[in-house]
């Protein structure tokens, strides 16, 4: 099982302590993501499935020299559709690399800290995951890690430009930065769209759980950078870290205070309308699913609900997806049995 590769039930950037509030319980994951091509192959759109293969080959052979005894490196290719959708819902893999063609594969360490992905748009998307706001504990690991890599690969870089990329807006550090924030509140209030516009002016994005193109379900949202060239790396994650990041808190915050002293019926609606349906339905989709989490996790926040933990309610955002609801289930299941499995394990979990 794909699983037991792994040191927890509970991906690394939702492997959390009880929040003590405030920030603790608004950001709930950081990541730093480097893009890189290895020089002399074309980029991804441009390679036969001869170079593809030759790529996956030398990646495997020259991590192997970086001794990292705790990173497993998997084949997508080959791999099923199930285990691709499980390594998706973990964070480990995006999309693009889940649904691509031909030879490609991932480097994951145990803790799933360090995901390396192998010809997604780049030849090479190593990313670096913590639960939490450390930016800057993320970016010392995939620093590290992008030196040790270059004394085993070449990787295409121009000393004008930078580092080349698939991606016109990658070029440069090929440096993302991204946080995961849980703004119900903002949402609730009806505020998303002064977050839109504020990321907008800053050349920030906000997208959904799963990264670009995805919406935002359960009321998760990454922001991230926009471009990289012309700026450091250290320039990039200071912006996001201490410019940006302290508003967009700042914003979740006043709207949950703002909740709690003009309109606290509605917040409590919200949550008991969340704890009855997860108590008492007997069928549930993933969207309605998330949707109510996110209430529960607002009101464990605010110490609106009592008897349920932070470190539960993240698990269960997890294991009620659909490729780990039928590791939970040791079977296969159809999306009706899948919906039926899911409200049976919330009420399981939350001893509704």
Known sequence: ????????????????????????????SSRVRL???????PFMSKASAAQKQELCSLFEQRVAKLGMANLNFMMLDTASAHDRQLLLERHLISKNLAAGEGARGVAVSRDETLSIMVNEEDHIRLQVLRSGLKLQECWA???????????????????????????????GTGLRVSVMLHLPALKLNGDMDKVFAAAKDM????????????????????LSN?????????????ELESAVLPQVLYMEQD???????QRPYLLDDRIGRALGVLKYARV?????????????????????????????????????????????????????????????????????
């Open 1 to 28: 099982m794909i699983l037991d590769a792994f040191d927890s039930p509970v991906g690394a950037w939702l492997t959390v302590t009880e929040p003590a509030g405030g920030s603790d319980t608004i950001v709930v």
């Open 35 to 41: 893009a890189r091509n290895i020089a002399n192959f």
């Open 141 to 171: 690991q995939a620093d590290q890690i992008d030196n040790d890599l270059q004394q085993h690969l070449e990787f295409a870089f121009n000393h004008r430009f930078g580092y080349l990329t698939a991606c016109p807006t990658n070029v």
């Open 203 to 222: 050349h920030l994005a906000i997208r959904g759980l799963y990264g670009e193109g995805t919406e935002a379900v359960g009321d998760f949202y990454q």
């Open 226 to 238: 926009q471009t990289t060239l012309g700026r450091s790396e250290e320039e990039i994650i200071h």
């Open 255 to 261: 709207a949950r205070q703002r909740l709690l002293t």
């Open 284 to 352: 549930l989709s993933t969207e309605e699913t998330l949707f109510h989490l996110s209430y529960l996790r607002l009101g464990t926040a605010m110490g609106r609900i009592s008897g349920v933990s932070m470190a539960l309610l993240n698990r269960l955002f997890l294991w009620t997806q659909s490729a780990h609801l039928q590791v939970e289930a040791a079977r296969d299941l159809d999306p009706e049995a899948r919906k039926v499995h899911r409200a049976d394990v919330l009420r399981k979990y939350l001893n509704l």
